[in-house]
């Protein structure tokens, strides 16, 4: 395990379902498996990150398979870009919620290496979720801003949208490590976006330089979503587009037996300097 702690940055070690530092700062392996590095003092409200609501309509639309695409195309860069030496591995997923992705990479990156998947959000439901769920990976409640993780103990980072601050993926990255970033494309979610905004806008269409690092390879992918109206509903709630969704829009878009959407989407893979 690399797991450091969130208060001293010592690293932590795992006696009898208790994860402790040298300072004897404490924090408890839960029944599910994940542990919370996530102190008090650090979180901005009680209970951060997604909603329930949020989660359940994330589970049910990418259970579906609709991000399937996304999902393989990261799969095969990753599995095409890490090194199939012996030496163990460690690669992170931040923001990972449900542990959709996470949980596919671990059981499929481990066929041909020794490694070993972490997934992190600030999101307590989803990382107990995550964890009663896909048992072939490590997953933590704690800060994107903030990873408790030693330095240069991973392999690989892989962001979908999730943000990091670029100090903190130099420290806990080895050298010549790689980033795996995922954005929005110009296009993506243009007509969801449509319902919200009378005159929507593309998604800016700026390539992300991480300092630090340098990129690599850059993909766009690309496809059409029809929907039926549940799963529409679904992906608006998988959005900060829904915050500005009216009820009386929502049971419309519920009712739309076939909604037509775009998806588009930047992958891109940096490599530590």
Same mark, same amino acid.
């Given at each position: 395990?690399?797991?450091q702690c969130p208060l001293c940055h010592h690293p932590l070690q795992l006696d009898n379902q208790v994860w402790q530092c040298t300072h004897r700062h404490q924090f408890d392996r839960a029944k599910e498996g994940y542990v919370n590095l996530m102190p008090v003092q650090h979180k901005k409200s009680k209970n951060p990150g997604d909603n329930q609501m949020m989660m359940q309509a994330r589970r049910q639309f990418l259970d579906a398979g609709y991000y399937q695409p996304l999902r393989d195309a990261i799969f095969s860069l990753l599995d095409n870009s890490l090194s199939n030496d012996v030496a163990p591995q460690a690669l992170l997923d931040i923001g990972c919620g449900e542990g959709y992705y996470t949980g596919f990479l671990a059981e499929k990156l481990k066929q041909r290496r020794d490694i070993?998947?972490?997934?992190?959000?600030?999101? *307590? +439901?989803? =990382?107990?979720?995550?964890?009663?769920?896909y048992t072939s990976a490590e997953f933590c409640v704690a800060s994107s801003h903030l990873l408790p993780f030693s330095d240069q103990?991973?392999?690989a980072v892989l962001r979908i949208y999730a943000p990091c601050k670029a100090q903190e993926l130099s420290r806990v990255i080895k050298s010549e490590g790689l980033v795996v970033a995922v954005t929005p494309a110009p296009n993506h979610l243009?007509?969801? *976006? +449509?319902? =919200?905004?009378q005159t929507p806008q593309p998604h800016q269409?700026?390539?992300e330089q991480i300092e630090g690092f340098c990129l690599i390879e850059s993909q766009r992918l690309s496809y059409k979503l029809n929907l039926p109206g549940e799963q529409a509903v679904n992906l608006l709630q998988m959005t900060p587009f829904a915050w500005k969704a009216s009820e009386q829009l929502i049971a419309e878009l519920s009712d739309n037996p076939d909604f037509y959407c775009e998806t588009d989407f930047y992958i891109r893979l940096y490599r530590k300097k």
């Open positions: 395990m690399q797991y070993t998947v972490y997934g992190l959000d600030i999101a *307590k +439901g989803a =990382i107990r979720s995550a964890a009663k769920r103990s991973m392999n243009i007509q969801l *976006k +449509g319902l =919200i905004y269409d700026n390539e």
